[in-house]
């Protein structure tokens, strides 16, 4: 009675995992680790996704990994959006608050010394062909070794009509 109790226990939070995990309106995720928990300044990750509906908004996200280690409250990304025929569509530097200014809290959520962040960085953005699209990250701070970012990423979603 007790294995059948914790089995029901732990397929029940699994089909809880899988169902939040499952989003419809997610277009696009991935996530790129580095390697020794280092973000050279020479590596920029950079992310494809499909776009099908152009009368559609999206909302993109950037995503960072870090450990409590981390030296630096905030970090600043530059990203670079190429549309499917090559042209440059966007290029912003963002700054993103990992621990807060005052204290050095961590933000995000997390456990132990890993955090997890995502950041809206285009809000509403359109995309007026179908195809291919890519964003380029760089970290953009004043070292070419920036240790304890384990990891980015790019997160797509179409963007909530009620909004």
Known sequence: MHRLFRFSVVW???????LAACNPNQVFEKNLDFDDRTWAVQEKP???????????RYD????????????????????TLVGPDG???????HQMIL?????GEPLGSGAGDIFDH??????????????????MLEQYM?????????????????TDPTQ
Do not use: C, W
């Open 46 to 56: 950079t992310f494809e996704f499909q776009i099908e509906d152009t009368t559609q």
């Open 142 to 158: 004043r070292q070419d070794q920036l240790p304890d970012i384990m990891a980015v990423g790019v997160r797509v979603v179409k």
């Open 99 to 103: 621990m807060d200014p005052q204290s």
């Open 12 to 18: 029940g939070v699994g089909l809880l995992a899988l």
């Open 118 to 135: 995502q950041f809206l960085a285009l809000p509403r953005q359109q995309f007026h062909q179908p195809g291919t699209y890519k964003v």
């Open 60 to 79: 993109v996200y950037f995503n960072v990994r870090n450990t409590s280690s981390y030296g630096y409250y905030n970090l600043y990304v530059r990203h």
């Open 87 to 93: 042209k440059q569509m966007s290029r912003l530097l």
